[in-house]
């Protein structure tokens, strides 16, 4: 594969590793269901969680804290509006699900004041991205060098502002297209239509097609400019959506399915569904869960049967298919419903993804193509959809 540049290199010669910028990340689905607090650190809440006994055997052991965030340089994360209904309950802890549209609008709402008052509270931690302006003012600190605090340290107020683009995973929080008017006026820049299947289409282990009234929601989302995330989407819908949405569309978390042979899971992207996002510009979104690296893993056979070279793996398919490094990206979900446990084995904390760089430099790509992976081209795609 011929490799070219992709994007101007996001930081200075001060500045020792790559921008980090994370499609996908469920911080508000934990803090309501396990009480997380991100402006901590990994080893804060891992103690914590520790000590209580239960929290971790539900979520998995954390991966992710301010702190690790400014160890691993993540300077911008896509965070998401999530919850289950209730017929995917998980085991009966899960108290963030929904029997009905009115539930999943109010838990949805509440999710995006969790963000807004934690950006009010800890300005000096997170700061909510709706514009350009904002991209542009939250990533300024991370372009000049800066004593970053250590993993252990609970000091705050000594690192760089990490900013928060928000994400609705699964759109039955919108009750009907007239209020998406409202949900845009949040900070709400990006929507999936599904998780489970939905009124809107059919989703991870309910397969269908858009439905009249997805058509009709994905017409208003074009009108206003929302991004159409394609993760968790039924195939047939997917394809559907590519041919029919006129705005931008990404894969914020999801692997390609050829990598993941013996699999038949319609939550994994086809050879045609990752054509066609990479035919109209979009980014996909890896994710480093071991389930998704390597078909058939399962916890018995620990983390040392999946490393960062599975990663890599599956980042470079996507390459090879697109002839460039400008259509992948990160789409960790960690903590999004698994944790250290199920991640590959040189993973401790989201800062271990900067591991990644040398082995893709040794795979061939050239520094401004990691730059890219990591973090570039999640920024091209921001610097293209956000309002000015």
Not at 79 to 88: D, M, Q, V
Not at 124 to 144: C, Y
Not at 205 to 227: H, I, Q, S, Y
Request: hydrophobic fraction near 40%; glycine fraction near 10%; charge should be negative.
């Amino acid at each position: 594969m011929g490799r070219t540049k992709l994007v101007r290199p996001l930081f200075t010669a001060h500045t020792p590793m790559t921008l980090i910028i994370d499609a996908h990340q469920d911080l508000a689905h934990n803090m309501v269901t396990q009480g997380r607090d991100y402006t901590r650190s990994v080893l804060e809440t891992r103690r914590i969680e520790q000590s209580a006994g239960e929290a971790h055997q539900h979520a998995g052991v954390s991966l992710l804290g301010w702190p690790e965030y400014q160890t691993g340089e993540v300077g911008v994360i896509f965070s998401t509006l999530f919850s289950a209904p209730l017929r995917s309950q998980s085991e009966g802890w899960d108290n963030n699900v929904y029997a009905n549209f009115e539930q999943a609008h109010d838990m949805y709402w509440k999710q995006l004041e969790i963000y807004h008052r934690l950006v009010d509270d800890h300005p000096d931690q997170f700061r909510q991205i709706f514009t350009q302006a904002d991209l542009n003012e939250v990533l300024l600190p991370w372009q000049k060098p800066a004593a970053a605090p250590n993993p252990g340290d609970q000091t705050v107020g000594m690192g760089k502002p990490v900013g928060l683009v928000v994400l609705m995973e699964g759109a039955e929080g919108v009750r009907s297209p007239a209020e998406l008017q409202e949900w845009w006026q949040g900070g709400v820049r990006l929507i999936g239509l599904a998780w489970a299947g939905t009124r809107y289409c059919g989703g991870t282990r309910e397969p269908g097609p858009l439905t009249t009234e997805g058509r009709e929601l994905l017409g208003a989302m074009a009108d206003l400019g929302f991004t159409l995330d394609l993760s968790h989407m039924d195939i047939l819908a997917a394809m559907q959506a590519l041919d029919e949405y006129t705005g931008p569309i990404v894969v914020s978390h999801g692997n390609p399915l050829t990598m993941l042979k013996g699999s038949d899971s319609n939550r994994h992207l086809p050879d045609r569904e990752v054509d066609g996002v990479i035919a109209r510009g979009g980014v996909i979104g890896i994710v480093p869960y071991n389930k998704f690296l390597r078909a058939g893993w399962t916890e018995t056979d620990g983390k040392a049967a999946v490393t960062l070279n599975d990663v890599a793996a599956h980042i470079d398919y996507i390459c090879q298919r697109a002839g460039d490094a400008r259509h992948v990206g990160f789409g960790s979900d960690f903590d999004g419903g698994f944790g250290r446990e199920s991640v590959p084995a040189e993973i401790e904390t989201i800062a271990d993804l900067q591991k990644l760089a040398p082995i893709l430099l040794e795979k061939g790509y050239s520094e401004e193509d990691v730059q890219a992976i990591f973090g570039g081209n999640w920024l091209a795609h921001l610097q293209r959809t956000l309002p000015a």
